[in-house]
C-alpha cells in the first residue's frame, strides 16, 4: 500500500507516507505558513520516495483554526480527485495522543491544541489510550481547571500555566501516528462512516457546511476514528457572510 497523510491543524503542516512499509515524513512549524509549505512539503515527499501515484490519503481533519486546517484538507482533496482515491480523515487530537504515547505509554493523555480566541481544542485519554471526552474547544481557563498530569500539543503550555502538578510538553501531531491509527482501525474492522444527518439525528441545518459540522463534531464525540474528510469545526468561524439587502 501507498498511502500519503497530512495534517495542518496545529502550527506544524506536516505530511508523510508509508510506502510497503517504510515511513517518510517532512514537517514545518509555522502557524501562519501552511499555505506557503504544503506544496513545497508534498514535492519533498514525493522526490524522497519516488512516488507520486497513491492507493489512498489520509488527513488530520482537526479540530483546528479555520484557515490552516482547510489548507491540508483541500490539498488531499484536490489529490484524491485527480486520482480518484479513497480518503479518511482522523481527529488530530488523536494522532498527537499517539504521538505523545511513545514517551508516555501507561499514563492518562490530556491534549490541548491552540484555538485562538483563548481557547483550545482539548480531549481527554485514558492509560490505555482510549477518548474518555472531547474532542471540544474550551476556554483556557475551564482547560486549565480540568488540567491534571501530562498536558501535551500546542496548547500545553497555555493549559498548564504555572500549575507544579502539570507536565506540560509541545507535541505535534505525525504522519506516523496518522497512518497508524488508520492501519489499526481498519485491522480492527473499523469502517467509515456515512456522513448523513439523518443518521446522527441533527436538526434542520441552516446550510449543508452546517450540517456536516455538526454530524462530523458528533461522530467524534462519540469515539469514531475513523471520520469522513472534511474539517473537525467545533465552533462557528469569526467570520460569516453576510447577505446585502440593499
Do not use: K
Not at 490552516?68 to 485527480?82: K, P, Q
Not at 474550551?138 to 498548564?160: C, F, H, I, K, S
Not at 485491522?187 to 444527518?197: N, T, Y
Amino acid at each position: 500500500m501507498r498511502i500519503l497523510a497530512v495534517d495542518t491543524a496545529t502550527s506544524a503542516t506536516v505530511v508523510g507516507a508509508v510506502i510497503d512499509g517504510q515511513f517518510t515524513e517532512v514537517e514545518h512549524v509555522d502557524a501562519r505558513g501552511h499555505a506557503s509549505q504544503i506544496g513545497i512539503l508534498l514535492r519533498a515527499i514525493v522526490e524522497a520516495t519516488g512516488n507520486r501515484d497513491w492507493d489512498m490519503i489520509v488527513c488530520g481533519v482537526g479540530p483546528g483554526p479555520f484557515t490552516g486546517l482547510r489548507v491540508g484538507i483541500a490539498a488531499c482533496l484536490g489529490i484524491a480527485a485527480v486520482q480518484g482515491l479513497p480518503t479518511i480523515g482522523v481527529c488530530t487530537l488523536d494522532a498527537i495522543r499517539r504521538v505523545a504515547a511513545t514517551t508516555h505509554p501507561r499514563e492518562s493523555i490530556t491534549v490541548a491544541t491552540r484555538a485562538r480566541r483563548n481557547e483550545v481544542y482539548w480531549a481527554r485519554y485514558d492509560s490505555v489510550g482510549h477518548r474518555t471526552a472531547g474532542p471540544i474547544a474550551l476556554p483556557t481557563d475551564e482547560a486549565r481547571a480540568r488540567a491534571d498530569g501530562l498536558v501535551v500539543g500546542d496548547g500545553a503550555e497555555m493549559v498548564a500555566g504555572s500549575d507544579p502538578a502539570c507536565d506540560a510538553q509541545v507535541v505535534f501531531p505525525s504522519a506516523q501516528a496518522l497512518l497508524m491509527i488508520v492501519q489499526e482501525r481498519l485491522d480492527a474492522g473499523e469502517v467509515l462512516p456515512r456522513l448523513d444527518a439523518g443518521a446522527v439525528g441533527l436538526d434542520a441545518p441552516a446550510s449543508v457546511g452546517a450540517t456536516t459540522a455538526r454530524a462530523l463534531a458528533q461522530q467524534a464525540a462519540a469515539g469514531r476514528q475513523l471520520l469522513p474528510m472534511r474539517p473537525l469545526y467545533l465552533r462557528r468561524p469569526d467570520a460569516v457572510p453576510t447577505v446585502d439587502r440593499s
